[in-house]
């Protein structure tokens, strides 16, 4: 495909994913969280019961639609290509901290670009650490970091994943005594939009997101390391159409969908300093992984057993969060939350030094 014509797709795929965050929030999801992974990663840990915290249990169907449809999308292009056996329990690792980073911001890079669309300039606050924990890891990079090859694996092996997510469907829909939800009333996790149009939009989102390799980090990444902002332009076009839905919904007075400010602003905080900090974990780590946490689930669909792990990494560090008081609220960051945060810049420094020693020893 020519480069214009590539550069064109991605940005109307962020066009689409824009206008769909926002509407999923017009159909029910919590405000300015029309779709966040490491949000909806957590409210399925919970769900699962590997946390207690009632206000976020569910099983996200987005989360769901979006590893399916990039799977479906990738056999039909024969892309689907199981690999795996890069450093797994190092992707784990990197996989938990970032998620630590994720909730002491409460979003992830996907949710950063939807509330800063909704008005939220506490975001700018994560979006300035979150530059520069990527430029913290193109450091690492550019001296010649790496995490080592993956290996062809056997077909099963890359769609058990993919199953996982239609087992999870099905828990659902036929949600047994077994699986948690938050009540009516009881945080975010009881704010959703019906199922079916939270499935039919993951599925979009995933397709779309297999089809232009979206990816906020591998965005920035580029800029910087090669100047190409092809994969950026596909964010800065959903700030750009998540903008302008939420102010024409606010607008016909189907509820409030920009309100510009930091006070007040729906599951975030004002203290600048952590969402930095909390930002700059997360970069740090995704550039270490190759990919932000759209982008993991993406390769997962097709296939990726290290993308899977790093998810796998990513849920057990939103259940860790929230079991041992490390995520943050509306009223701000937890004391044990700011020390995981640092441990987790530590953890993550230590791994880019030692998987660039070792690389350049060999």
């Known amino acids: 495909m020519p480069k214009t014509h590539e550069k064109t797709g991605i940005v109307l795929a962020g066009i689409a994913i824009g206008v769909i965050a926002s509407l999923l929030v017009f159909f029910g999801n919590p405000v300015n969280m029309g779709f966040c992974i490491a949000c909806f990663l957590r409210d399925i840990s919970g769900a699962l019961g590997l946390h207690t915290a009632p206000a976020v249990q569910y099983i996200r169907p987005e989360i769901l639609g979006l590893v399916l449809g990039s799977f479906l999308l990738s056999v039909f292009r024969k892309e689907f290509m199981p690999r795996g056996g890069s450093s797994p329990l190092t992707r784990f690792v990197l996989g938990f901290f970032v998620m630590i980073g994720c909730l002491m911001f409460l979003g992830c890079p996907f949710r950063m670009i939807l509330r800063l669309a909704g008005g939220d300039l506490n975001a700018v606050f994560g979006l300035l650490g979150f530059v520069c924990g990527i430029l913290a890891g193109v450091f690492f990079l550019n001296k010649g970091y790496s995490l080592k090859r993956t290996y062809k694996l056997p077909t ?11 087992a999870l469907l099905v828990l659902l829909v036929a949600a ?8 009516a009333g009881a945080g975010p996790g009881a704010l959703h939009a019906p199922i079916l149009i939270s499935l039919a939009a993951g599925l979009i989102v995933g397709a779309l997101a297999q089809r232009t390799r979206l990816c906020m980090v591998g965005g920035i990444r580029d ?6 902002w092809k994969l950026l332009a596909g964010f800065i076009a959903i700030l750009a159409s998540a903008l302008v839905c939420n102010l024409v919904l606010t607008g016909t007075g189907a509820g409030t969908f920009f309100t510009l400010g930091m006070e007040g602003q729906p599951v975030a905080h004002t203290d600048g300093l952590w969402n930095f900090l909390g930002m700059l974990l997360a970069g740090f780590g995704c550039v270490l992984l190759g990919g932000c946490p759209l982008r993991q689930l993406v390769l997962s669909g097709e296939g990726n057993t290290d993308s899977a792990i ?3 990494g990513l849920g057990i560090g939103a259940a860790f ?3 041992f008081g490390l995520a943050s609220s509306g009223t701000g960051p937890t004391a044990n939350g700011k020390v995981a945060v640092v441990i987790g810049i530590v ?7 030692a998987n660039t020693v070792r690389t350049e020893k060999a």
Do not use: D, K, R, W
């Not at 099963?156 to 239609?166: H, K, P």
């Not at 047994?176 to 009540?183: D, G």
């Open 321 to 323: 969060a929230h079991n």
């Open 223 to 228: 800029l910087v390391l090669f100047g190409e």
């Open 347 to 353: 953890v993550v420094a230590v791994i880019a030094v």
């Open 310 to 312: 790093t998810v796998l």
């Open 156 to 166: 099963l092996e890359g769609a058990a994943f993919s199953a996982i997510q239609v």
């Open 176 to 183: 047994p005594a077994f699986i948690y939800f938050s009540e």
